[in-house]
């Protein structure tokens, strides 16, 4: 990754440090960007009269922003930079800083992947169509998504969307895909989510049955794998770092549904259970946490209900209960379960696990709206 070709929109902050002649000031930089935060202090510091304090915690979303604790301190004002505001108050007055990335690659290596998709999804649409030719049992297998569930489409348009560095493009990429013949659809998501075409490990809100597949620009199969859980629907991906492309391919999307199948079985004989819940101002799910406890409860087992600002298996493998449910970061229990010694597993999955969902219905992904 080319670190220069990243832009730190720092002038906004600037600006607002200097009309309320702030003094002291958080600097919260996402992972990817740690390397670059003493380079960002000094050029606030040498532009203003504040003295900067860096959030050194990791830090992996605006769901977790500096909140109160920097109050303490004398912290007046949080600089939190690389992610877009959320439907949430972390008490802290905060100025969200853009970084974007001026990569641009060429459509061309991703439209034999899009091809593919778009056929996938219109033999999903005629197969709607055709719904009253078939038997019970042939539609039920041909409605089927990627996660297993029954959902018809109502349209094979291609849903374009971005992490959040190249979102300034979307309308371009747009306007280059339709060129080539695709419907394009820029999803518009919920609250949580800022700008057209956005999406976050935790929502996907944007989809519609219109969208039959999906384009997204960006690095890393963190985004895309939470998109498939959550639509069902064929994923291509354009890195803009590389300018490769490539598809989220459904075996990889099987092999996790297997995994957490596996985890739900093994939460059968469970008795007693720790209730994660997240100190993150956006990760707090506390009437989540509270709901699967009564459920819980009501099957005749144990649940503990367990504060954390971070979840790690050092922090929890060693209480004596038999699993976890995990309320907070949704992608805790789905990408990190392998790290613990005990089952982890997200609400949905619990209430499968106790026999109040069907699994064979399809794969729900625990969303925070
Ligand atoms: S996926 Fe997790 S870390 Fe990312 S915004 Fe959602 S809750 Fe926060």
């Known amino acids: 990754m080319d670190m220069n070709r990243h832009e730190f929109q720092l002038d906004d902050l600037i600006e607002r ?57 004398g912290v007046e004002l949080v600089a939190h930079m690389g992610h877009s505001q959320m439907n949430i108050d972390s008490g802290m007055p905060t100025e969200f800083i853009n970084v974007t990335y001026d990569g641009d690659p060429a459509i061309d290596p991703v439209l034999p ?40 489409l109502k349209g ?10 190249h979102l300034h493009l979307i309308f371009e990429y747009k306007e280059r895909l339709e060129a080539v013949g695709y419907e394009v659809e820029v999803p518009v998501g919920g609250a949580r989510l800022s700008f057209p075409g956005q999406v976050l490990g935790c929502n996907y809100s944007g989809d519609s049955d219109e969208i039959g597949h999906y384009l997204f620009l960006g690095s890393g199969d963190f985004h895309p794998i939470g998109l498939v859980l959550h639509t069902g629907k064929p994923l291509a991906m354009l890195d803009p770092y590389t300018g490769g492309a490539e598809e989220m391919s ?37 009437n989540l946490a509270l709901r699967m406890k009564r459920k819980i409860e009501k099957h005749g087992k144990k649940g503990y209900l367990m504060a954390l600002e971070h979840v ?3 922090l929890i493998d060693f209480y004596p209960v038999d699993a976890f449910v995990n309320t907070a970061c949704p992608r805790i229990a789905i990408d990190d379960s392998v790290r ?6 997200t609400p949905f999955e619990l209430e499968v696990a106790l ?15």
């Open 17 to 73: 440090i200097k009309a309320n002649d702030n003094r002291l000031v958080a600097l919260q930089v996402p992972e990817g960007l740690k390397m670059q935060a003493l380079e960002m202090m000094d050029s606030i510091e040498e532009d203003t009269s504040a003295r900067i304090i860096l959030a050194a915690d990791p830090c992996y979303g605006a769901c977790d922003l500096v909140h109160d604790k920097m109050q303490r301190m």
């Open 113 to 152: 992947i899009l091809k593919h998709h778009r056929r996938i999804a219109e033999a999903r649409l005629s197969r709607v169509a055709d719904e009253h030719e078939m038997s019970e049992e042939d539609a039920k297998e041909a409605f089927m998504d990627a996660v297993g569930r029954i959902s018809p």
């Open 156 to 165: 094979t348009k291609l849903g374009l969307v971005g992490s959040i560095q």
């Open 250 to 286: 459904f075996e990889r999307i099987e092999r996790i549904l297997r995994q957490r199948f596996g985890l739900i079985m093994s939460c059968d004989e469970a008795e007693s259970f720790g209730i994660l819940i997240g100190e993150k101002p956006g990760q707090m799910r506390r």
């Open 312 to 314: 790690g298996p050092e």
């Open 340 to 345: 613990y010694a005990k089952p982890l597993i």
């Open 355 to 369: 026999g109040e969902k069907k699994w064979e219905l399809g794969y729900k992904f625990d969303e925070i709206p």
